[in-house]
């Protein structure tokens, strides 16, 4: 039996937004512990891990782990139906085939509920070591999903370079080239617009546009997003959810010929 | 023959316990390769013997028990526990090896796992289907009330069990004798569920040529079908479009003119059915029914198999040799002859423009399709570099299309050596399985493609040809970057065959 309320719902449609241009199927795994998610796009370049802590929900009720298959556009379209404000309940019984959605206004003069198929789906889960990486920008996400998305407009790929002097992200095109430097700035009004960089050591790394412009997504998810680089790792691009978890993406980089650090 | 054929078996097994960790149970085994079950079970000896080392081997003990004399017994036991198990065992019993595996399994229900699967896909099949579990033809156990289907049952049987089972006769015979007590013996418990299987399959003796060629292929070839199917399945109706396209695109034979296209084609039978079932691979494959429906509707509809053979020299006027569904490619041969000379006779300057016009597009169509392949069947990597190369070359015609013909040239050329055979297998959409051999490498002239299709499917399939390079163009003119940034699914997989860009696999182990 597995039962979750979450008062604040939108947060729901704001995560499967950010998920579901990468992937298709997922399982959703749930524990005691929390509402959990991981896949792989279907080329196998980027994962996506998505922790929803069972302390976020007003109520969580998890009996036994159990890992639900789902479309992600399928949910998306019952999650269409919920109001902004709505509190959603999820529903499972153990061994069912189904998922129950249960939109509520929140004046509880409308209330929705919803059946959606689960489906078998083999998903590999990866282990992802802890790593200590080389740079960590921490900066407004509107800001980075603005020149990913600028950026894809011109090229394919950016690279993004970490230097003491901030993060560069350029790219080159059949148009022409592009670069954006963002420098560290901490002495800004509101603390999620600072641009933080802690470097050990300066990294530059080749990442497709493409994919970076699909983890932009989940940019309403938080104002600010911790992109982490390592030369021999994938990047890491995390949106933290407000006291609840977390959306993280990872991207394989793409291998440079000339670049021998950049190699896996 | 025997030790031939069983010599591939025994490195499959290997395959398939080492690399896909599947239990391999006698019972599997038989009805995988179609071997009798006594063969199955020597063949997992020897296999045993050979590379049992690194492995778990799960023994079957039968035999009458030393202190419940009155009980028959049989028993699943593992490599460590055999000694002991024996002990329990009057000396007469007997020791079968009852599968192999990477490692013990945790729930035994594991062991049956696979032979249920496989049981539950023979029962699925269609009446009409002859295989082994309907008639049981590999059970050797058989008295007056077993009836079998005449010629396929116990005749053969009995001589392949002489035959085959060599080393393990002894055992055999143990077996043979011990399966009537077996039945009345159900009460062990632990083992009921055993015993339940063994009832049938001790003496299961039957091997039937013929189906040995069947069966071994069903399996793997099934999965692979599969597999062909989801990948071209997650494609949108527009991947399925371009899938149509390409798929003329890739059998075109370059010859010179038509006599020896004749010739060809007049050529060996096994070529032929290569060709054609290679085409009606393609086909049927990306675009299973409208393809079918078409056919259907050509009045040769209810012939499955189509050919489209190529034989396009550097000249543009000599048309290619087209055969459409005929088992008999000579025949049909000639009129496709015939239809191309008249439409080349004609020479109207606008159906040639046509078709160079359908000549590029259709090549941009071809790159997503062979992503997709790519993902599916292994050996194409290289392949679809050639065709990306060629594609690229292809951008070029296409600027050039004034010239397009020097352009053709260049690539007849160039393209010769890439080009290789392939084999191929899947399900077409009958649920048969079908393998070919394909011409995989990049096509100089989708221009004769095209042209094939204008005669052999009329004109609505004419007019899908067509439509779509209206569709394509963006992507043609445009650069590569926009194109892809649609973030969906079918681009994506665009991703995946850049060789520079990393797999996330390569970072992150599964779990």
Request: charged content about 25%; hydrophobic content about 30%.
């Amino acid at each position: 039996m597995l039962e979750l309320r979450l008062v604040q719902g939108s947060l729901l449609k704001k995560v499967l937004d950010a998920i579901k241009d990468l992937v298709n199927d997922a399982n959703f795994d749930c524990s005691a512990t929390g509402f959990s998610l991981q896949a792989m796009d279907s080329s196998h370049v980027a994962l996506v891990g998505l922790l929803l802590r069972s302390e976020g929900f007003e109520h969580y009720r998890c009996d036994r782990n159990i890992s639900m298959g789902m479309n992600l556009n399928n949910l998306a379209k019952f999650l269409k139906c919920a109001g902004n404000d709505d509190i959603i309940t999820i529903k499972a019984d153990d061994g069912s085939d189904t998922v129950t959605l249960m939109f509520e206004s929140p004046t509880q003069d409308k209330i929705a509920d919803f059946e959606m198929k689960l489906m078998d789906i083999d998903s590999e889960h990866l282990g992802i070591p802890e790593a200590e990486y080389h740079a960590i920008v921490r900066m407004p996400s509107a800001e980075f999903s603005r020149i990913c998305r600028d950026l894809s407009s011109i090229g394919d790929t950016v690279l993004i370079s970490v230097t003491k002097e901030g993060v560069k992200f350029s790219t080159r095109g059949d148009i022409g080239t592009a670069n954006v430097v963002c420098r560290q700035n901490t002495t800004v009004d509101k603390p999620e617009d600072a641009t933080i960089i802690e470097m050990n050591e300066p990294v530059s790394l080749t990442f497709a546009l493409r994919y970076l412009n699909s983890f932009t997504k989940a940019s309403p998810l938080s104002n600010t997003v911790t992109i982490s680089l390592s030369s021999e790792l994938p990047v890491v691009v995390e949106y933290k959810i407000a006291e609840m978890g977390y959306v993280r993406y990872y991207l394989a980089p793409k291998i440079e010929e000339d670049d021998e650090e950049t190699k896996p | 023959m025997a030790d031939i054929e069983t010599l591939g078996i025994v490195e499959e097994i290997q395959s398939i316990v080492a690399d896909k960790l599947q239990v391999v149970s006698y019972k599997w085994l038989s009805r995988n390769f179609s071997v009798s079950s006594n063969a199955a079970k020597s063949l997992l000896e020897e296999f045993v013997g050979k590379y049992g080392n690194g492995l778990e081997v799960i023994y079957s003990l039968s035999g009458w028990l030393k202190n419940n004399p009155s009980t028959y017994h049989i028993r699943l036991v593992s490599k460590q526990k055999l000694a002991d198990a024996k002990q329990e065992f009057d000396e007469n019993c007997s020791i079968q090896v009852y599968s192999v595996q990477a490692c013990l399994p945790k729930d035994p229900a594991t062991l049956w796992n696979h032979e249920f699967v496989q049981a539950e896909d023979l029962f699925k099949q269609p009446l009409s289907v002859d295989n082994c579990l309907r008639d049981n033809r590999f059970c050797g156990v058989s008295n007056s009330f077993i009836k079998r289907n005449p010629g396929k049952g116990t005749a053969t049987p009995q001589v392949k069990t002489t035959g085959v089972s060599g080393s393990f006769k002894d055992q055999q015979k143990i077996v043979q004798q011990s399966s009537p007590n077996i039945v009345q013996s159900l009460d062990i418990a632990k083992n009921v569920k055993t015993e339940s299987h063994v009832k049938e399959d001790p003496g299961q003796g039957a091997q039937l040529a013929s189906d040995k060629e069947k069966a071994p292929q069903q399996a793997p070839n099934k999965k692979k079908g599969h597999n062909d199917k989801n990948s071209s399945g997650t494609g949108g109706a527009l991947a399925s479009m371009w899938g149509r396209a390409s798929t003329k695109t890739k059998h075109d034979v370059p010859l010179p003119p038509k006599d020896i296209s004749l010739q060809k084609s007049a050529g060996s039978a096994d070529a032929q059915i290569c060709a054609r079932e290679a085409v009606q691979h393609e086909s049927s494959d990306e675009d299973g029914q409208n393809f079918n429906m078409k056919r259907t509707s050509n009045g040769e509809g209810s012939r499955k198999r189509r050919v489209v053979l190529d034989y396009s020299d550097e000249e543009d006027e000599y048309q290619d040799a087209v055969n459409l569904a005929s088992p008999e490619p000579p025949k049909k041969s000639t009129p496709g002859l015939k239809n191309s000379s008249t439409v080349s006779g004609l020479g109207s300057n606008l159906s040639f423009e046509e078709e160079k016009v359908n000549k590029p597009n259709v090549k941009e169509v071809k790159e997503p399709n062979v992503k997709a392949n790519q993902l599916s069947v292994e050996e194409i990597p290289d392949i679809s570099k050639g065709k990306k190369l060629e594609s690229s070359t292809t951008d070029k015609t296409n600027s050039l299309s004034p010239e397009t013909k020097a352009g053709i040239k260049d690539k007849a050329t160039d393209d010769g050596p890439k080009r290789r055979k392939v084999l191929k297998t899947r399900i077409d959409e009958r649920g048969r399985e079908v393998t070919e051999v394909v011409w995989e490498g990049p096509e100089p002239d989708t221009k004769s493609d095209n042209n094939s299709m204008k005669k052999s499917e009329n004109n609505t399939v004419n007019n899908a040809i067509n439509r779509p390079p209206g569709v394509k163009k963006s992507p043609a003119l445009g650069t590569s970057a926009p194109a892809n940034q649609g973030g969906k699914a079918g681009n994506k997989k665009g991703g995946t065959k850049d060789p520079k860009q990393g797999n996330i696999l390569s970072f992150f182990k599964k779990v």
